[in-house]
């Protein structure tokens, strides 16, 4: 039940903070150390897929179809490319990354962070 609670309150709220990374989800902005950071519409749809699911692992499959729609469930490639566009956009150390985490072998996850 709190699980629940946790993850549909992320988008009751109007900004999302992940460390340095806050959404604007009225504006649809995204900031990082409160700098603008443009992103793609897919990458921002990707993006709020990772927010919206604080803590969860998303499998591949999952973002594929929900991002770029069902015909692209086995489309890995576009998947990597795009984490790996974000992770440069968000990231502080893109090889360590912080917000958008790999789950080999399960998906992608953006952690709860540690208050």
């Given at each position: 039940l709190r699980r629940a609670q946790n993850s549909g309150s992320v988008f009751q709220q109007s900004v999302f903070n992940h460390g340095n990374l806050r959404i604007d989800f009225a504006r649809a902005e995204v900031f990082r150390d409160d700098r603008m950071v443009f992103l793609s519409a897919t990458e921002y749809r990707l993006l709020l897929q990772l927010a919206h699911n604080?803590?969860?692992v998303l499998p591949s499959e999952q973002l594929l179809t929900d991002v770029w729609g069902g015909e692209y469930r086995d489309d890995k490639e576009?998947?990597?490319?795009?984490?790996?566009?974000?992770?440069?956009?968000?990231?502080?150390?893109p090889?360590?990354?912080?917000?958008?985490?790999?789950?080999?072998?399960?998906?992608?996850?953006?952690?709860?962070?540690?208050?």
């Open positions: 604080l803590g969860r576009i998947l990597w490319v795009s984490i790996s566009r974000l992770r440069q956009k968000l990231e502080d150390d090889r360590n990354p912080a917000h958008i985490v790999t789950r080999p072998g399960l998906g992608y996850t953006m952690p709860p962070l540690q208050e």
